[in-house]
């Protein structure tokens, strides 16, 4: 079946170069029709490719057999799920300005229809793309790059894959949403404590294809909320976390095939090996790159929490609430799209377990009083209270650092004192003034 759709397509390629001037013109009538047929015999072949079990990558390699160039398949906000073509037409457009940094299409660039290219060889090709949309949501896009210019025909062409597209990937979202909510519903076990044994836990993670026993980290991943005023309907939420996790699945399965990702009603949870180098720090944050992407195709900030180490299925509950601890800290100290580690929260740890944020607010007002404030004079003292307290009270070390002179700071010290007390000699006073600085730089406090 599948040659049979294979030599159909190959007629189809020989209308399509009657379409595009590469053989004599037939009159209009003729045209008309034989575009019809095309058409039809295009969107024949391409629904015997998913007849015959094929997915996005047959779709896209029998368009490039009727096409030539590089057709890609992408989700709604550029993620590629599939491109054929020869190997140097790919690359070529790959490393071009259609494409960012972490691998993503900027399809938000690309207008649906045709037009022209002018990084194809020679400035004279085109690209065109059409939507994938099935029931009124859109599923993504085909698009294809061609070194000539593409014609009525050939865009017929693309919208019949379009139509066949939506056709395999609403396929596969049905089957992924079975398989996620039974892996979703074991990670869910696993990260909560009661997912049995640890040596049930490592055999069954492994028939899903995760590998439990390494030392692992927990990346908790959540979008970061938008302001009230601009709060979409529930309609666009859902699709919303569903692309943000499909996102981090594809991100993560490219670096690390045994690792467990999983999307949760409002998060992402991802259990990442420990690199062998050690360094977990630059391995996260170049999958959070990648999936961020460069904000474009209207993806939304998020914000991430990560774990300590640990390197056995029974440490992941506290990993996980170490990690959720992380991305609530993280997001108060630095706002959206913060990437917090959980061993460099220190004593924000602390303060964040305090859930009456009035009491936090009360504790900084009495310890800075004026200096509590936003003013200029007082947020200037407070920076030089600051660097006072992390120098040790050392004054030539702090006046270096502000650039002040040595007099100048002296005056200042005995300003602050006069505002706050003798913080100089007073161990206890000192700490309170440091913890009522560290409670000020957490946002909404």
């Known amino acids: 079946m599948r040659g049979l759709a294979s030599r159909r397509m190959g007629d189809v390629a020989n209308d399509l170069a009657c379409a595009s001037g590469q053989v004599p013109a037939q009159p209009a009538g003729s045209r008309r029709a034989a575009a019809a047929a095309r058409s039809e015999e295009v969107h024949r072949a391409l629904v015997q490719v998913v007849v015959d079990g ?48 972490s691998g993503r299409w900027r399809v938000e660039r690309v207008p649906a229809g045709v037009v022209p290219d002018p990084e194809s060889p020679g400035g004279a090709g085109s690209l065109a793309a059409v939507p994938v949309v099935a029931g009124g949501v859109h599923l993504g896009r085909i698009i294809a790059f061609s070194e000539g210019r593409l014609h009525a025909a050939e865009v017929t062409a693309l919208s019949a894959a379009a139509t066949v597209a939506a056709l395999v990937v ?46 692992l980290v927990v990346v908790v991943a959540e979008l970061d909320p938008v302001p009230p005023a601009v709060r979409p309907t529930a309609e666009v939420l859902r699709p919303a976390q569903e692309r943000f996790a499909a996102a981090w699945t594809s991100v993560v399965g490219a670096r690390d095939q045994r690792a467990a990702v ?49 390197t056995t299925p029974c ?72 660097v006072l307290l992390e120098t040790n009270l050392n004054v030539a070390e702090t006046a270096r650092t502000l650039h002040f002179h040595y007099n100048t700071l002296r005056y200042r010290i005995g300003k602050l004192e006069r505002m706050l007390g003798t913080f100089t000699r007073e161990p206890a006073l000192r700490l309170d003034l440091a913890l009522a600085l560290q409670v000020l730089r957490m946002r909404g406090v």
């Open 170 to 215: 609403t396929k596969a979202l049905a089957v992924r949403a079975v398989e996620a909510k039974h892996s979703g519903d074991f990670l869910h076990d696993l990260v909560s404590g009661r997912p049995g044994s640890a040596e049930h836990a490592v055999t069954h993670a492994a028939s899903l294809g995760w590998d439990l026993d390494r030392p």
């Open 54 to 101: 094929g997915g996005l990558q047959e779709v896209t390699d029998e368009l490039v057999g009727v096409l030539g160039g590089v057709v890609a398949a992408t989700t709604p906000d550029g993620r590629v799920q599939a491109v054929s073509g020869a190997a140097a037409d790919v690359a070529r457009v790959l490393a071009s300005s259609h494409v960012d940094g």
């Open 315 to 386: 440490g992941l509950p506290a990993a996980y609430e170490q990690a959720r601890k992380a991305v609530h800290v993280g997001r108060q100290l630095h706002g959206t799209g913060a990437v917090a580690h959980f061993d460099r929260l220190g004593v924000f740890r602390l303060l964040s377990l305090i859930p009456d944020s009035s009491e936090l607010r009360g504790f900084v007002t009495e310890t800075l009083g004026e200096l509590a404030g936003d003013d200029p004079d007082a947020v200037d003292l407070r920076r030089t209270l600051e």
């Open 262 to 310: 999983a999307g949760f009603t409002a998060e992402v949870v991802a259990l990442l090996g420990v690199p062998a180098n050690g360094d977990v720090e630059r391995s996260v944050a170049e999958v959070v790159s990648a999936v961020s992407g460069d904000g474009g195709g209207g993806r939304r900030s998020f914000s991430c929490g990560v774990s300590r180490v640990v």
